[in-house]
């Protein structure tokens, strides 16, 4: 069983910056796409970013310019750079391997998440 597990998360004033690291139990090359979602208190989880194994990227509007997905296969393992980061970026961010589609919260498998919180 695929485990996923995420850190790098934590507190950073508006402005800063934090780089979220996935590091995948399995070669990352057998998943089409890896990816980020996250959730907000009394929000519904939504797609962050994703990258598929050919290095193809898309990013949420909300986080275009600001954040940038990357991924090391030799390493096994997907990051996310945050950078200019606003209060509403404040959320669980996940991990999700997906072995058949971009990203898709139907298919994807999960990490168990890692807190950002963006505040003053």
């Known amino acids: 069983q695929l485990q996923l597990v995420e850190s790098g998360g934590g507190l950073v004033q508006p402005g800063g910056s934090l780089r979220l690291s996935c590091a995948a139990s399995?070669?990352?090359?057998?998943?089409?796409?890896i990816g980020w979602f996250r959730q907000a208190p009394g929000k519904e989880r939504e797609g962050v970013s994703c990258?598929?194994?050919?290095?193809?990227?898309n990013y949420a509007d909300s986080v275009k310019g600001r954040f940038t997905i990357s991924r090391d296969n030799a390493k096994n393992t997907v990051y996310l750079q945050m950078n200019s980061l606003k209060p509403e970026d404040t959320a669980v961010y996940y991990c999700a391997a997906d072995r058949y589609y971009f990203c898709s919260a139907s298919t994807s498998d999960w990490g168990q998440g890692t807190q950002v919180t963006v505040s003053s």
């Open positions: 990258i598929s194994s050919g290095g193809i990227t």
């Open positions: 399995e070669f990352t090359r057998h998943y089409y796409a």
